[in-house]
């Protein structure tokens, strides 16, 4: 699956706005913790769309991991990941959903 494909429709600026809204800092203090003013971080807010080092800056300031988190959805979509070393007659016993099936891959 390529990047394009998990991009979803969001506006940025709205989700930082509620995420510091979570935390204690100030918005004086989340400028300066970005190098930017005031009047910037509102403008922020507004944004449905952000650069790539700006939003860096700001998971680095506001501690969350607004790639991760927002753009492939990692808090709300864990993957399960299992190790497997079987044969095909193994893995039809192992009472997996039929949609896992072809993940799991017989060893030789």
């Not at 501690?63 to 927002?70: E, G, L, M, T």
């Amino acid at each position: 699956m390529d990047f394009a494909d998990n991009i979803r429709d969001i506006h940025i600026g709205t989700i930082i706005k509620k995420k510091l809204m979570e935390t204690s800092m100030t918005m004086t203090e989340f400028a300066a913790g970005i190098n930017k003013s005031r009047s910037n971080v509102n403008d922020i807010f507004k944004r449905k769309s952000i650069d790539i080092e700006l939003l860096i800056r700001i998971s680095k300031a506001l501690n969350y991991d607004f790639i991760r988190a927002v753009y492939y959805e990692e808090e709300t979509s864990p993957t399960l990941f299992i190790a497997v070393k079987t044969n095909e007659a193994e893995i039809k016993n192992l009472n997996l959903p039929k949609e896992f099936i072809p993940l799991v891959k017989p060893q030789k």
